[in-house]
């Protein structure tokens, strides 16, 4: 994280240079996008079996961490760092991190109720093995688990997320000054961003609410992810989400186990559930973290 601050912070060591054309700035974008684009085609090209489980959420914040160490090192490129930025540039960086923020503390709030349901179950199956024959009162508290969903009550504006602003192509102003263009490009890579983000915190926050429409809201949030980078992997997520109910895939192992009163295997899907909390809890804790920091040391800039 200290790396990519730094990059996005700072400007070069040696002078900033005035003669930088748009075919080097075009290159620059192209290439920003080519780093994304290797890592969707490296780690959705085959067909994914679940993509609502540790394996597809994992997947989902490894996009972000890509997303976001090709967007520093894009800053870094074009040699265009957070104290250049202008009040609009820097405006849509700050509503980014402010939503991104919320969907993490709404992915935190499913995340801790999954855990409060596993200790529920957890204390239910000790009680049925503590008690020979197993009994009736022990055996009820065995409980399916069903979503939760914090974020339908949010509403946002989708300030600087509209489709025509997605373009691969640079559209630079017509005043002349290349530190125009080199704006330009931060904000193109910028709208990117914000839409690669939302969709991969939208699907791991529809896993753990249990509900399709969480996705389709954030999908709406961000003016659709008509991207041509990111199309068809929302066209996978958009196809494994359909219907209004879903559950991800260590929920529906657990609830298929206390339908079948297995104790055994529930005990071992137990630890699988455990071992995914865990894992999210560090992932979206880390990203909360790294996406602070970026937006604290932006406003400190603004101060000095």
């Known amino acids: 994280m200290v790396l990519l601050l730094h990059k996005l912070a700072l400007p070069l060591k040696f002078p900033s240079s005035n003669h930088r054309s748009s075919g080097n700035l075009s290159a620059s974008l192209h290439n920003f996008r080519s780093r994304i684009s290797g890592f969707i085609t490296q780690t959705w090209s085959k067909p994914e079996k679940y993509f609502l489980s540790r394996t597809g ?12 160490r090709a967007f520093a090192k894009l800053v870094v490129e074009i040699d265009h760092p957070m104290s250049r930025w202008s009040g609009k540039l820097t405006e849509s960086y700050l509503s980014h991190t402010l939503i991104s923020l919320d969907i993490l503390n709404a992915v935190s709030s499913s995340v801790s109720h999954l855990n409060q349901a596993k200790i529920s179950i957890s204390h239910a199956v000790s009680l049925i093995q503590n008690s020979s024959p197993p009994s009736s009162a022990a055996a009820s508290r065995l409980k399916k688990i069903a979503g939760e969903n914090p974020y339908s009550c949010k509403k946002f504006k989708s300030e600087g997320l509209s489709s025509s602003s997605s373009s691969s192509s640079i559209r630079f102003q017509e005043r ?96 699988e559930l455990e071992n995914l909390i865990q894992s999210i809890e560090k992932q979206t804790n880390h990203l909360f973290s790294e996406i602070l920091a970026a937006r604290n040391k932006l406003l400190d800039n603004l101060r000095f």
Request: aromatic share 8%; proline share 1%; charged share 30%.
């Open 176 to 271: 002349p000054g290349f530190e125009n263009d080199q704006e330009s490009v931060v904000l193109q890579a910028l709208v990117l961003c914000k839409k690669i983000v939302l969709m991969a915190l939208g699907s791991v926050l529809s896993g753990f609410c249990g509900d399709a429409k969480t996705y389709m809201e954030i999908r709406e949030l961000a003016g659709g992810f008509d991207d041509s980078l990111i199309k068809d992997l929302d066209l996978k997520f958009c196809q494994e989400i359909q219907g209004n109910l879903i559950v991800m895939e260590e929920v529906k192992e657990i609830n298929n186990a206390i339908e079948e009163f297995s104790v055994e295997v529930l005990k071992i899907r137990l630890d």
């Open 57 to 68: 959420f994992d997947k989902c914040f490894e996009l972000i961490q890509t997303t976001n």
